[in-house]
Antibody, heavy 129, light 109 residues
Framework: EVHLLETGGGLVQPGGSLRLSCAASGFTFNTYAMSWARQSPGKGLQWVSTISGRGDSTYYADSVMGRFTISRDNSKNTLDLQMISLRVEDTAEYYC??????????????????????WGQGTTVTVSS | QSALTQPASVSGSPGQSITISCTGTSSDVSDYKYVSWYQQHPGKAPKLMIYDVSDRPSGVSNRFSGSQSGNTASLIISGLQAEDEADYYCTSYTSTSVIFGGGTRLTVL
């Protein structure tokens, strides 16, 4: 069974740091791009970051660029999100997600396609003093 | 970054069909070829319902379908059931990002 399990959420003060982890199982991890998405209380879904299957390409939302770092360990089937300089507005449920698809054109550029087809249950990050 | 606009809410009675629209505001949104739709029940993780505009993942009811016209994608739910009451989100892609719509609350009357 395909499964994603997030850990690492908690309460942190503004300006603090936190590292989220996601353990993947039930599929060939290194063949899938992986993402983090989040949802603030009572708000909509927001994409945070995506990393390619081999880990050689990373993408970030403008709101987290320079503060968050996505990484993966394909030998351990794990996905991480290192978050620094946390802000109150980073408070959210953070989801580990399989996908979207990431393909390469004949010219060597990459593009997203398909969807995000497996979601973890989420881990809660609260940024508050 | 680009934005996708959805109606805040839609409603319908059991057995009816409803449509949720998703309109892009930027010409950079990957020509809208790869729109996907997600269903989220309260307190639950989202579920992929439609990908690449109109394809359904295995296990998703054929009451759910997708279409696109220009820069507007649509999710159509036919034969509404009580269990369809949920929030629905569209997504599309730029060359470097994933864009979510603001979400639509579907109420089954």
């Amino acid at each position: 069974e395909v499964h994603l399990l997030e850990t690492g959420g908690g309460l942190v003060q503004p300006g603090g740091s936190l590292r989220l982890s996601c353990a993947a199982s039930g599929f060939t991890f290194n063949t899938y791009a992986m993402s983090w998405a989040r949802q603030s209380p009572g708000k909509g879904l927001q994409w945070v970051s995506t990393i390619s299957g081999r880990g050689d390409s990373t993408y970030y939302a403008d709101s987290v660029m320079g503060r968050f770092t996505i990484s993966r360990d394909n030998s351990k089937n794990t996905l991480d999100l290192q978050m620094i300089s946390l802000r109150v507005e980073d408070t959210a449920e953070y989801y580990c997600v399989r996908g979207p698809g990431l393909a390469v054109t004949g010219q060597g550029s990459r593009y997203f396609y398909y969807g995000m087809d497996v979601w973890g249950q989420g881990t809660t990050v609260t940024v508050s003093s | 970054q680009s934005a996708l606009t959805q109606p805040a809410s839609v409603s319908g009675s059991p057995g009816q069909s409803i449509t949720i629209s998703c309109t892009g505001t930027s010409s950079d949104v990957s020509d809208y070829k790869y729109v996907s739709w997600y269903q989220q029940h309260p307190g639950k993780a989202p579920k992929l319902m439609i990908y690449d505009v109109s394809d359904r993942p295995s296990g998703v009811s054929n009451r759910f379908s997708g279409s696109q016209s220009g820069n507007t994608a649509s999710l159509i739910i036919s034969g509404l059931q009580a269990e369809d009451e949920a929030d629905y989100y569209c997504t599309s892609y730029t060359s470097t990002s994933v864009i979510f719509g603001g979400g639509t609350r579907l109420t089954v009357l």
